[in-house]
């Protein structure tokens, strides 16, 4: 065989490899994935027996009906290290593969948590040097999500700005991982959490993300929350099925905004085809809260399967208006009112690339508005009409 034929071969090879890994990669996030994160609500008082009733409520009040899935354990479960390198939970988890057939049983999955870095960002065990190891340990208790958060591997080189050195390491790091999980052969959701630094919407899928986290963390706070929602203008062109822009874990229900807010939230979250991760106590939550994060419609601008990302149409003083594509034509459109007082909003939909009158439906509200070019309603301080038009 001449060496050119060698080369085109390989070259070949090369394109199915690369084909097959991101066929694997979309095949566990066609979607946007959604469940429930514990660092939110619990942070490090997190158990066995509280991820089991958050397994427990999620699938009997309506949650996964709604397409919630995926039951992830943050930080703080990792234990140590026995002789051959191989990881432990601690004794809040005394054994992660029964937890594992638990949330299954529930017709749920489970995720876990770790860096590519020697810590966590809790100073637990994270993977460094045991990225294989880690991979299959994971498979055998029966993972379904990981969340592999930066933490102790790059920060002091980029706090002395070797950005490159930094950024190399990073993306190193984590094609490791990736291709550990791949090795597995079980497929996990993989979730890069690194605040946004160096554009990882440029390069995440790259490296095997089936998200990647844009910003730093979000709090229970209308100003954050927003700050970091609108933060993903200009981002749409880098999302897609199997890939997705991650503004963090949903806060609806943890107290710090109100339902209106939190509606907004959700709203913005939607529109942005992001991750939905709720972050509450599922199990003590109030109806209220419930119907925001079950609200079927609202779910599934999310979901569409298009799996474009919306983006800002217009903005004007503190209201805003954003649109996100949907299949068959239609879009969802989000009037917000960010300002600190009752404002009107108007849409007209020839901007929105429509033709003449079109059917409009608020999804909140649940309601038909009929036929029309253009839509003028009032809207709530910090509140958002989300519409269906086409």
């Known amino acids: 065989m001449t060496a050119t034929r060698h080369r085109a071969l390989a070259a070949i090879s090369a394109v199915l490899a690369v084909g097959a890994a991101t066929a694997a990669t979309a095949q566990v996030a066609t979607t946007p994935p959604m469940g429930w994160n514990s660092w939110n609500h619990f942070a490090a008082k997190i158990d066995d027996a509280t991820v089991r009733a958050q397994a427990d409520a999620m699938a009997r009040n309506g949650m996964r009906d709604a397409g919630y899935r995926y039951i992830n354990i943050d930080d703080t479960w990792e234990g140590a290290r026995d002789a051959s390198g191989v990881i432990h939970p601690n004794a809040k988890f005394p054994d992660m593969k029964a937890l594992a057939n638990y949330v299954h049983s529930k017709g749920l999955k489970l995720g876990i948590y770790s860096s590519p870095g020697p810590k966590t960002c809790a100073g637990y065990e994270g993977s460094y040097g045991h990225e294989a190891q880690d991979a299959q340990t994971y498979a055998a208790w029966g993972i379904d999500y990981l969340k592999y958060d930066l933490c102790s591997l790059s920060q002091p080189m980029i706090a002395a700005g070797s950005l490159d050195k930094a950024q190399d390491i990073e993306l190193s790091a984590y094609r490791k991982m990736d291709a550990a999980l791949k090795a597995t052969g079980r497929p996990m959701v993989y979730s890069l959490c690194q605040y946004g630094f160096f554009q990882p919407w440029r390069w995440g899928a790259s490296v095997g993300g089936n998200s990647w986290r844009t910003t730093g963390d979000i709090e229970d706070k209308f100003p954050r929350m927003l700050q970091i929602g609108l933060s993903q203008a200009g981002l749409s062109k ?72 919306g983006d800002r149409v217009k903005a004007e003083g503190g209201l805003e208006i954003w649109a996100k594509p949907l299949a068959g034509g239609a879009k969802a459109v989000g009037l917000f009112n960010l300002s600190d007082q009752p404002a009107y909003l108007e849409v007209n939909f020839a901007d929105l690339g429509f033709t003449g009158p079109v059917r409009a439906r608020d999804l909140w509200a649940a309601k038909d508005l009929g036929a029309m070019t253009t839509y003028k309603v009032a809207v709530p301080a910090h509140g958002t009409v989300l519409l269906r038009v086409g």
């Open 238 to 309: 880098f999302a897609g099925p199997g890939h997705w822009n991650d503004p963090d874990m949903l806060e609806v229900g943890n107290g710090g905004m109100s339902a209106i807010e939190y509606r907004t939230h959700m709203s913005l979250w939607a529109l942005l085809a992001a991750p939905l991760l709720a972050g509450n106590d599922l199990s003590t939550m109030s109806p209220e809260t419930l119907s925001i994060l079950t609200n079927h419609e609202v779910i599934a601008v999310d979901q569409d399967p298009a799996g474009a990302q």
